[in-house]
C-alpha cells in the first residue's frame, strides 16, 4: 500500500465523496492501531488544533487530507464544519 500516490484534497471537498462499505486494512493489528491512532489525533485536535495528515480512499482513489479532528464516533471521524470521513476507509494517520 505504501507504493499508491495519494492525491491531495481539500477538507471541503470531501463531503462529495462516495465511500464503499468494505474496510481498506484487512489485518486485525493495523484496524486497531489505526483506532488508537484517531483517538490520539481528535484528543491533540480539540487541545492543540493540530493538523494531521489522514490518508483514506474512496469509491475511485487514494486521498489524503490535511486537517484537524474534531471527533471520534464509532463509524466516523468529523472534522471541522461537519465532514465525516468513514473510519472503515482510512489507511493510516499521521
Sequence with gaps: MMNVAFKPIEKEDIEGLIFPANDVLT???EISQRKRDLE????????DQTKIEIFFEDDKET????????????VHIVLKKGVTIPIHRIHRII
Design 40 to 47: 490520539k489525533a481528535m484528543a491533540i485536535g480539540n487541545i
Design 63 to 74: 486521498l489524503v487530507t490535511n486537517t484537524t479532528v474534531w471527533a471520534v464516533t464509532p
Design 27 to 29: 489485518d486485525p493489528h
